[in-house]
């Protein structure tokens, strides 16, 4: 008998407890479908959370690539290789049709459809860049790229100047002693591969000391000025000038041989007598002696040849001043 009434005592107060345990479930049942919907919401929210995050680091990145391109751009300090490689740096972050650097002031009625960005370098008007079939929601990364192109432009350009004051002198704006050696030792090596001519000429001013003695060295400092200026508007872009001395110039006329020099010798000294010179409140007339030497027949070193055109130039001084005499011509 007792065997029987322990089950049967175990299934009661199992099914009791099942039945408590199924009413406490049933009973706190809102509080878990409350639960699990903040828990759906709260993990939707994060889920939008995170991608709004991706996107912010994705536009993080993308915008701090588009400053570090700096680096690429300044990769050379020539201008038109600084904007080759931003050419190439934009084709990597917006799509644009074409893009153009215009150097200095330009025509802009030309690019009506384009987007344009004026570059400025110390408040002074350097060119423009010019985007054609720039997409509206690519014109800020344009903006941003064209900053960082200013960047490597004013690198170049800094540098060139730099170099400029390394080879040119201030008072004449030609090149100076030292490189216009330089300038001179790579013509004859030019000049000997090729079997070129060229002629060398040693010009000074006549009387200088005289304009000094009388006026003063700001009034010299003019003449000099002057007289460089006149001598670069009567030779070529190709022939090189230097200031060789005080009053003293030296010219290579580049492909120039004996029988064409003379023109072009009598071309710079009759320019410079016919021209008056204003400088403050005189009315100046200068005259230049020019002598000649002419490579090779006259010599094959930078030395030998400036030292007959000297030696020429002092012939014409002997003859009278505001003369042209070749070395080994017959005066």
């Known amino acids: ?22 009413y406490r479930s049933i009973k706190t049942r809102p509080n878990f479908t409350r639960i699990k919907d903040e828990y759906d919401n709260l993990f939707a929210e994060n889920t939008k959370l995170k991608a709004a995050n991706r996107n912010l680091q994705n536009t993080l990145d993308s915008t701090i690539a588009l400053y570090d391109i700096t680096k690429q751009i300044c990769k050379s300090l020539d201008a038109d290789k600084v904007f080759s490689y931003f050419k190439d740096e934009v084709n990597k972050y917006i799509r644009v049709n074409d893009c153009k650097f215009l150097k200095g002031q330009a025509d802009l009625s030309l690019y009506k459809d384009c987007t344009i960005i004026p570059l400025n370098i110390q408040e002074e008007l350097i060119g423009y860049l010019v985007a054609e079939g720039l997409g509206v929601e690519d014109k800020e990364k344009f903006y941003i790229l064209s900053q960082q192109f200013i960047l490597g432009i004013e690198r170049a350009v800094l540098y060139r100047g730099v170099q400029e004051l390394a080879i040119i002198d201030s ?9 216009y050696l330089e300038r001179f030792k790579e013509e004859i090596e030019r000049s ?31 003449i000099l000025r002057e007289l460089s200026r006149t001598i670069q508007e009567n030779i070529r872009q190709i022939d090189l000038i ?7 110039f030296s010219i290579i006329l580049i492909e120039t041989d004996k029988d064409a020099v003379g023109f072009a010798a009598e ?12 400088v403050y409140d005189e009315e100046l007339k200068i005259t230049v ?36 005499c070749a070395y080994g011509a017959k005066q």
């Open 289 to 324: 002696s020019i002598g000649i030497s002419t490579y090779p027949y006259d010599g094959k070193e930078i030395g030998r040849l400036i030292d007959k055109a000297d030696s020429a130039l002092y012939e014409a001084k002997q003859a009278g001043r505001n003369k042209v």
């Open 171 to 179: 008072l004449t704006n030609v090149f100076n002693r030292r490189h």
């Open 1 to 22: 008998m007792l065997n029987l009434v322990a089950p049967v005592l175990f299934t009661v107060l199992l099914f009791i407890w099942l039945k408590k345990r199924l």
């Open 242 to 248: 230097g200031r060789y001395g005080g009053e003293e």
């Open 192 to 222: 000997t591969k090729f079997n070129y001519k060229f002629s060398c000429l040693m010009v000074d001013i006549d009387y200088f000391k005289d304009f000094n003695d009388r006026y003063g060295h700001i009034v010299g400092d003019a």
């Open 267 to 278: 071309r710079i000294r009759r320019a410079i007598e016919e021209k008056r010179l204003r």
